[in-house]
């Protein structure tokens, strides 16, 4: 099944000028429902005391809604199918992720109910999935290769590349820490995501960064037109790191071709550059 976040991430990466997402404008319009969400959709609309907007269901049901601001995201109370729930929409780039948690009968949330839908905002283009796109690990795996993480991580859910950086072995890690633009690409994911302090923990190591800085510098390269130099930085990065990855799981055996990702591994490995010097240059 195609992931919403495999839709969105993509759509990042493929940005084209003029249509960069504004932080202040993520949570003002329509979005649609996707995968386990398809058929629902919402409209919000920011106003002086928070938002406020409509829940449209899959059936057809409409609710409106006065939503109080929480930081960037939109918390309200809706009764849904006879329940009381927490609604809360937390913008990301070109879309949007929902939470629905409902309250027992004492009024308490009940989390370990708590759903998670994905919608991605009207008038975006859906792209195709890549053919060698490799489904995000569940939460309890225990390895995950070096290779299908990088050639798919940029089209999972922010959780998903949580869970495929933590089950990734140390010595891929340490390799990714030596490409500064891949790193700060994978911060940037774990950085969008819930529950990601495990991973953030490790990927922040080194980086000169932290989480509002990388949030703010990509939404200030998206304003700025400077997103699209910032990803081929990226896939440049990530290209030679991908063979070196492939050489040395033994995926490719062309000499030549290993020997010159090797040399670029020794060239990244006494670089003195960082994702703080990434993010820099695409303010």
């Known amino acids: 099944m195609k992931s919403l976040w495999a839709v969105l991430l993509m759509l990042v990466f493929v940005v084209l000028s003029g249509q960069a997402a504004r932080a202040d404008e993520v949570l003002n319009g329509l979005y649609?429902?996707?995968?386990?969400?398809?058929?629902?959709?919402?409209?919000?609309?920011?106003?002086?005391?928070?938002?406020?907007?409509t829940f449209f269901d899959r059936h057809g049901n409409s609710q409106n809604f006065e939503a109080d601001r929480v930081e960037d995201s939109a918390e309200a109370v809706l009764d849904m199918d006879g329940q009381t729930v927490l609604l809360r929409v937390a913008p990301l780039p070109f879309g949007a992720q929902v939470s629905l948690v409902p309250f027992n009968a004492q009024g308490n949330l009940?989390?370990?109910?708590?759903?998670?839908?994905?919608?991605?905002?009207?008038?975006?283009?859906?792209?195709?999935?890549?053919?060698?796109f490799v489904p995000a690990?569940?939460?309890?795996?225990?390895?995950?290769?070096?290779?299908?993480?990088?050639?798919?991580?940029?089209?999972?859910?922010?959780?998903?590349?949580?869970?495929?950086?933590?089950?990734?072995?140390?010595r891929f890690k340490t390799l990714?820490?030596?490409?500064?633009?891949?790193?700060?690409?994978?911060?940037?994911?774990?950085?969008?995501?819930?529950?990601s302090d495990r991973a953030l923990g490790v990927a922040l190591q080194r980086s000169s960064v932290d989480c509002a800085q990388v949030r703010n510098g990509i939404a200030e390269a998206q304003r700025a037109g400077k997103f699209d130099f910032y990803k081929?930085?990226?896939?440049?990065?990530?290209?030679?790191?991908?063979?070196?990855?492939?050489?040395?799981?033994?995926?490719?055996?062309?000499?030549?071709?290993?020997?010159?990702?090797?040399?670029?591994?020794?060239?990244?490995?006494?670089?003195?550059?960082?994702?703080?010097?990434?993010?820099?240059?695409?303010r």
């Open 232 to 282: 081929s930085m990226v896939n440049g990065e990530k290209d030679t790191l991908r063979t070196s990855v492939r050489c040395a799981d033994g995926y490719l055996s062309d000499k030549t071709t290993c020997n010159r990702a090797a040399e670029e591994i020794s060239k990244a490995a006494v670089s003195l550059r960082t994702p703080a010097m990434v993010l820099q240059q695409i």
């Open 32 to 53: 649609f429902g996707v995968d386990d969400a398809a058929g629902a959709s919402i409209r919000i609309e920011p106003d002086p005391q928070g938002f406020m907007g």
């Open 110 to 132: 009940e989390l370990e109910f708590a759903r998670s839908l994905n919608f991605v905002k009207e008038g975006v283009q859906l792209p195709e999935q890549p053919i060698d």
């Open 176 to 195: 990714i820490r030596m490409f500064p633009a891949v790193h700060l690409d994978v911060i940037w994911k774990l950085c969008l995501a819930p529950q």
């Open 137 to 170: 690990p569940r939460s309890d795996c225990n390895s995950f290769a070096g290779n299908s993480f990088l050639q798919s991580y940029q089209f999972w859910e922010p959780s998903g590349v949580v869970n495929g950086y933590v089950c990734l072995p140390e």
